[in-house]
């Protein structure tokens, strides 16, 4: 299984009607119901905002919907491509902008398909790693040696909060957060302790 690495996005007028594409890496399926929320509220003005998911470490959970087109002519065939390309954790939304000219059955389903093909293509991915999610504090001084170390890691996500501490947080596989936190613990003489989140 292959899961996006960050957002992506693709855009094609087809017959007047505009549809914009948009790829979002998501971990639950409380980030779909939020995003999707979001994605309505943001193009308000769209006649449609369809989508598909797959997500769980084999793809398990899925989801779509044909938010007002034909029915089956949207949601299942976004989820059919999703679904043939082997990628899970995955969220595309295609919002649709209707130019005039009615597309049909045949040409609706080629357009939501076309736009979940469209951003696949510019969409970077990685492998499915199981990650662990780790955070440590430490002082100023000490921060100079653990940004080095984790420069050297295959640390994903990191994000760092600057006050009397410096907090950092993010993920590593799993198969490398013992060596990861062996290799802090040592290098700071035992100053800073890697903790799993």
Not at 63 to 86: C, F, I
Request: net charge negative.
């Amino acid at each position: 299984m292959i899961v996006p690495k960050k957002y992506a996005s693709c855009e094609e007028i087809i017959k007047g009607s505009r549809f914009l594409s948009e790829l979002f890496v998501i971990s639950s399926q409380t980030d779909v119901r939020d995003k999707i929320r979001e994605q309505k509220k943001k193009y308000s003005d769209a006649t449609h905002v369809c989508h598909a998911f797959v997500l769980g470490k084999s793809a398990e959970v899925m989801g779509m919907s044909d938010d007002g087109e034909p029915g089956g002519t949207a949601g299942r065939p976004m989820l059919d491509v999703l679904k043939g390309r082997g990628v899970t954790n995955i969220l595309v939304t295609v919002t649709r902008w209707f130019g005039g000219t009615l597309l049909g059955t045949g040409g609706l389903v080629r357009a939501y398909s076309g736009g979940v093909k469209g951003v696949l293509e510019v969409a970077e991915f990685e492998e499915l790693i199981e990650k662990a999610c780790f955070s440590l504090s430490c002082d100023y001084q000490q921060y100079k040696v653990v940004k080095k170390i984790i420069s050297e890691q295959p640390v994903s996500e990191l994000s760092e909060d600057f006050s009397e501490e410096v907090s950092l947080a993010g993920k590593i596989p799993e198969s490398e957060y013992d060596a990861f936190s062996a290799l802090v613990f040592e290098r700071t003489n035992g100053k800073v302790c890697v903790a799993r989140k």
